[in-house]
């Protein structure tokens, strides 16, 4: 592979290389290990994985232009989530002028994954009925298998808010699972 010279590198030698040696190698390694999870995030705020992707084109080509608003002092990772965010919330906004749909609804068919979904529809169902900010934890986590911390700055809450976020929507769904078997229980006895 081409970028394999770099595959060990942090993320701030790699945007440095970029930033001062214009190396495109550098921000190639950056791109394969970003794209999947940044399209992740951005599909949890567009809800629909052709904006996420636009989205995610958008906040690269920024990086590209923008790199002398770069702090390196500050993580790599922390600039990118923002900028990231900033995008996901301009495509929000342009959206929000075009239709009058409901913006965060998650359309399953954008969902990747789509056999182990069908496979699992139960616990998506219950997914679905937590709250958005819960779901959007539990969702990074699991489906897209990233840190808290990852998921801390992508969402851009602190590591703490990340883990509670999932323990109360985690407790909410088994909340909901448990009334059902009541309810079935209860219908069944009847």
């Known amino acids: ?6 595959e060990n590198y942090s993320d701030e030698f790699l945007i440095e290389k970029f930033c001062t040696d214009s190396d495109e190698k550098a921000m190639t390694e950056l791109f394969r290990r970003l794209v999947n999870k940044a399209r992740s995030v951005a599909r949890l705020y567009l809800g629909s994985a052709d904006q996420a992707e636009d989205a995610v084109q958008d906040t690269f080509i920024k990086i590209v232009r923008k790199t002398d608003r770069y702090d390196p002092k500050q993580p790599f990772l922390k600039w990118f989530y923002a900028v990231l965010r900033n995008e996901c919330r301009d495509h929000l906004r342009k959206r929000r002028r075009r239709h009058a749909d409901d913006i965060l609804q998650v359309n399953e068919n954008d969902l990747p994954y789509r056999d182990e979904m069908e496979l699992r529809s139960e616990s998506m ?9 819960e779901r959007a934890v539990i969702r990074l986590r699991i489906v897209d298998a990233m840190s808290y911390e990852e998921i801390a700055v992508a969402v851009g809450i602190s ?9 109360r929507g985690i407790a909410r769904m088994r909340e909901m699972v448990t009334c059902e078997k009541m309810f079935v229980g209860l219908s069944r006895a009847n």
């Open 125 to 133: 169902d219950l997914l679905s009925r937590i709250g958005s900010r």
């Open 159 to 167: 590591v703490d808010a990340a883990k509670k976020r999932a323990q």
């Open 1 to 6: 592979m081409m970028t394999a010279i770099y």
